[in-house]
């Protein structure tokens, strides 16, 4: 009797330890608790942008940390706490740059290297105004456009400002070329504002005089004249958008550069993706001849109904030891039943 009431115990505290360890699983994973030493840095900004305590920190994209805290200081800086894994190296030359992560008020703190010393910064360094930028402003930037998007549909304004959202935090020499441009040419019409309301008015009086004509004429012509009053009556609203396009453009054109250094960053991780694929080209292929095979097996699992039935052959439990070396304990397993060898 003892010896079986022993090893119901044992398979319960078994059981339980496992079902503890999934529990933590789970909760980790859907709490983003980081089980790894975090290091804590400073930032100092002039306008941090609408970001929040605890809104990611990101490199290239991935994340390494979260924001802390933020304070301001008496000279109406910005003070900025965030911390980083413990494997992140950041050094006197990175730059912390405040990036939008979607439209609905979301912000990230993206960490970029830029010029300057290679020196490595210690555990509550701050990085100065001149290693930290804002995230541009999208207030001035969609008032500029305020006129175009008065005739749009809202879904059609919202993807034409994520699309410019997303084209100023990642493109470079190519729209600041092309803005450049539009600068010039919106400059040009500003200036001319005065003679194109005096082309509509003539315009109009003559469009006016050809509708006596006939009387299919006249229909053509009251149509074309009802138009050409349309747009005089909103000129206003046209010199307005392109002087707010004017300045928009000229601010845009030097934030734009911004982009250049990521956008070589990517293509650079590209081709070193590209090589390491090349060099193993056969393991490459094997793996996609034999997922068909794979999820067939999958697939069987799941043929008596809407889940899938697993056993637990083997339970390790993974441990970091002596100089990041990873140790694994096994806490279960048996090799009998489903799980024999075969």
Known sequence: MRLGLSGIIVRLAVFGLTCGLAAFALVGIFANLRLQSETTYRALFSNISGLKEGDFVRIAGVEVGKVKRIAVQPDTTVLVDFSTESSVALTEGTKAVIRYQNLIG?????????????????????????????ALDLDALIGGFRPLFRVLEPREVNSLAESLIAALQGQGPTIRSFLAQTATVTAA???????????????????????????????????????????????SDVSTGLAYADAAASELAELLGQGRAPLKETVHQADRVSEILNSDLNRLDNVLHTLPDKYKLIGAQGRFGDYFAFYLCDAYLKLNGKGGQPVYIKIAGQDTGRCAPK
């Not at 290297?113 to 490595?120: A, I, P, Q």
């Not at 005065?194 to 012509?221: A, H, M, R, W, Y």
């Open 106 to 134: 979301d912000r990230f703190l993206a960490l970029e290297e830029g010029t300057g010393s290679t020196t490595r910064l210690k555990p509550g360094d701050t990085l100065g105004l001149a290693q930290t930028s804002p």
């Open 189 to 235: 019409l500003a200036d001319r504002d005065q003679l194109i309301g005096e082309v509509v008015d003539n315009l109009q009086t003559v469009l006016s005089s050809l509708g006596e004509q006939s009387g299919q004429l006249d229909k053509t012509v009251t149509a074309l004249a009802d138009l050409t009053k349309a747009l005089a009556d909103r000129r």
